[in-house]
């Protein structure tokens, strides 16, 4: 099944996945100008009212660039709804993207009918991230339009599945659009995301250590410094498994290696302190050795996937 016409737009099969707290206007501007999908938790916006605000910005610079820059347009962003229980805002958040006409929701945490049909009526799609193939299916029964498949050592809330196991279920019932997120920090991880069967690479932490995301310098550098083996899985922080740099754990007075389990039933996914104190990061950021603009890492993962490509005369 071919991707919807609004990923025409992409210069490389990409979406910035959304990072809670880090992601901003002038980050995802940087990307969809890049090429790329930009993206965002609406909860990032605070209060509700800044959402708004917000939208706006990122509608009108890109439409700007599209005027000014018709032969490279601008790829379309996306917004992340915390679809769980715990999100007071919802419906309001809902709201506003609905007057922006937001092109792409990403859905997370639960999946709503209603959700789906909202986003299709002003146009747009949505796009629900799931960690094993039980959840895709009650995703695209509820109504969403595509996937995106969270496979062990992505950032943040990140699933057990190998990525090969995880998009091989998948696709042996679904030909909608489908994005893969895990470890994936190089144009040849882009590549080898495809060759499994995604359409999309879903990609997170290369992006924190980037000069527009809104993250501490030490939170940067941190990622710049990092390898696989300094990331911890761990759900004592949000209630939900998920993947964190040891430093920031550290730094946290806490020990790495005995981290007791939490309480599922006691999720709590919109405070700020645990991604403010605990830093969320995927394991593939021994690719990232800079800190540097957006547009300089995607031109990076531009040529890189064309290498790819070449190398494998595909």
Not at 232 to 256: E, K, M, Q, W
Request: glycine share 10%.
């Amino acid at each position: 099944m071919a991707l919807p016409a609004l990923f025409d737009r992409l210069r490389l099969p990409v979406i910035g996945s959304p990072l809670f707290i880090i992601s901003c206007p002038e980050l995802v501007i940087a990307q969809c100008k890049a090429g790329i999908v930009g993206s965002f938790p609406a909860l990032n916006a605070r209060p509700q009212s800044q959402l708004d605000e917000w939208l706006h910005q990122i509608t009108e610079e890109l439409a700007a660039w599209d005027r000014d820059h018709p032969e490279t347009p601008a790829a379309p962003f996306a917004v992340n709804q915390i679809v769980h229980r715990s999100n007071p805002r919802l419906e309001e958040d809902v709201a506003s993207c609905a007057k922006w006409k937001v092109p792409i929701v990403i859905t997370s945490l639960g999946a709503r009918p209603e959700l789906n049909e909202a986003v299709h009526g002003w146009g747009g799609i949505t796009l629900h991230d799931v960690i094993d193939d039980r959840f895709a299916h009650k995703a695209i029964e509820k109504g969403a339009d595509g996937l995106i498949l969270v496979a062990a050592g992505a950032g943040g809330h990140a699933g057990r599945l190998s990525p090969f196991a995880l998009v091989q279920e998948v696709r042996e019932w679904f030909d909608g659009p489908v994005a893969l997120s895990g470890s994936i920090a190089t144009g040849g991880a882009v590549l080898a995301a495809q060759a499994m069967g995604a359409d999309l690479a879903y990609i997170g932490s290369p992006f924190i250590a980037t000069e527009e995301a809104n993250a501490v310098q030490a939170y940067k550098q941190a990622i710049v410094d990092g390898r696989a083996e300094d990331i911890v899985y761990s759900n004592l922080f949000t209630g939900v498994h998920g993947n964190y740099l040891r430093a920031s754990i550290v730094n946290a007075g806490l020990d790495p290696e005995n981290l007791p389990e939490s309480d599922p039933s006691a999720m709590n996914f919109g405070g700020a302190k645990a991604w403010k104190d605990i830093w969320g990061s995927g394991q593939g950021i021994g690719a990232v050795h800079a800190i540097e603009p957006a547009a300089a890492r995607i031109e990076r993962l531009r040529a890189e996937y064309a290498a790819a490509r070449t190398r494998l005369a595909l």
